[in-house]
């Protein structure tokens, strides 16, 4: 399908080693896209590359702290020299820390809020300003379902993610006009290792999001790669400024009590 394909396309996927960065960078090569991904720790990179490598894709790898503006800015010039444009942006690296508000450390909070907004921003100016430059692009930033909604021992998590949301609508206000489409997925509860610690058997997190979700089940990484190709290519063209929740029907319903 001509709307869908993202061949010739280079992909910048940020923390695309491992989890949703990886099945969503998977949804794009097979979409037609070369891949450039980003991590912060060698043992994981390797893996990753012969990873994609085994399936056949097109990849290369950069090591880097996202939140590094000086160091990113040279990482993505490397990147252009080595092997074109970056044609789609996908800010995905991410952390959590789950603490309660009352004895978090404020350096946790502020690394959080570094890593997971301020680091999509500093890789948003970098390549937007290439994009502009070559014409257009596309940029998807991976919002949370804690852009919509709080819960006990993620305020830093929150803050971040509800405000990646508002950067997606300001960087697609003020980029529109040079052809790029900025928009954001906002991932449900997803079976990944960032989730391993509220999923294990027994943990009555488990039970609650089954509960929570009409889908009735955690999400599959590759439950994202439709929605990735879809914002990354042609068929979103018009597209601005949007958060597509891929969460089972969460942000649908209220929710229901456990014996129904
Ligand atoms: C939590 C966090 C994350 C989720 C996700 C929800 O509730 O602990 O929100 O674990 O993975 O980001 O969209
Ligand atoms: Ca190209």
Same mark, same amino acid.
């Given at each position: 399908m001509k709307l869908f394909d993202l061949t010739g396309k280079r992909a910048l996927i940020t923390g *695309?080693? !491992?989890g949703l960065g990886m099945a969503m960078a998977e949804g794009l090569a097979n979409a037609g896209a070369e891949l450039i991904i980003t991590g912060t720790t060698p043992a994981k990179m390797d893996k990753a590359l012969s990873h994609y490598k085994t399936k056949g894709y097109k990849v290369s790898g950069y090591i880097f702290d996202i939140t590094d503006d000086k160091l990113a800015a040279t990482k993505i010039s490397e990147m252009v020299s080595d092997g *074109?444009?970056? $044609?789609i942006l996908v800010n995905n690296a991410g952390i959590i820390k789950r603490e309660l508000a009352t004895t978090m450390p404020v350096d946790d909070f502020r690394r959080v809020i570094e890593v997971d907004l301020v680091g999509a921003f500093i890789i948003s100016q970098l390549v937007g300003n290439r994009m502009i430059k070559n014409g257009g692009g596309k940029i998807i930033n991976i919002c949370s379902m804690m852009s919509e909604l709080g819960r006990n021992s993620v305020s830093a998590y929150a803050a971040a993610k509800g405000g990646l949301k508002m950067l997606t609508r300001s960087l697609a206000t003020e980029w529109a006009k040079h052809n790029i489409q900025v928009n954001g997925i906002g991932p449900g509860y997803f079976a990944t290792s960032q989730t391993e610690p509220i999923r &294990? $058997? *027994? !943990?009555?997190f488990n039970e609650f999001i089954i509960n929570r979700t009409p889908s009735a089940r955690w999400g599959d990484p590759e439950d994202l790669a439709g929605t990735a190709i879809f914002l990354a #290519?042609?068929? #979103?063209?018009? &597209?601005? *400024?949007q958060i597509v929740y891929v969460d089972g029907g969460i942000l649908a319903t209220i929710g229901k009590p456990s014996n129904e």
């Open positions: *695309g080693t !491992h *074109g444009q970056i $044609d &294990v $058997d *027994g !943990h009555p #290519s042609k068929a #979103s063209d018009f &597209v601005n *400024g």
